[in-house]
């Protein structure tokens, strides 16, 4: 597998607009995107920082994957994304490697990229995400 950098982290939050003022207003950071991704429930945001995104996540319905976190969890990191080449092979050669899977195949995400999540069980309680930028491959 080929990981090129932190693609970004993304963190669960119960207000998107509360966030984001904090991070431009307290951090200094600037806010670029705000997307919606329907299929996942969630609204998103990135900063960017260096290379590296932050990603602020709130949900747009409570059974959604991050109204359910926040419930359980409250709001934090809730995963890590790495940036890859050939994410189906890197999927594939995880697999091999006794990985567990969430996505066996790529979906889209955020910002058009190709993701795929593995399980926190198969990689000591972190939400991993893959990411490919299939307009810079």
Do not use: W
Not at 27 to 40: F, H, K
């Amino acid at each position: 597998m080929n990981i090129s950098h932190i693609e970004h982290i993304g963190i669960a939050v119960k207000n998107l607009e509360e966030s984001i003022a904090f991070y431009e207003d307290v951090l200094g950071l600037t806010c670029y995107s705000i997307e919606e991704v329907a299929d996942q429930k969630v609204r998103t945001a990135f900063f960017m920082l260096g290379k590296t995104k932050v990603e602020l996540l709130e949900s747009t319905d409570p059974e959604g994957p991050i109204g359910k976190f926040i419930e359980k969890k409250g709001e934090g990191v809730h995963h890590m994304a790495f940036a890859v080449k050939d994410i189906e092979n890197a999927l594939s050669g995880l697999e091999n490697k006794g990985i567990r899977l969430i996505d066996k195949t790529p979906r889209k995400g955020a910002e058009g990229l190709d993701i795929a999540f593995l399980h926190p069980k198969s990689t000591h309680g972190v939400l991993m995400e893959l990411c490919e930028d299939k307009n810079e491959s």
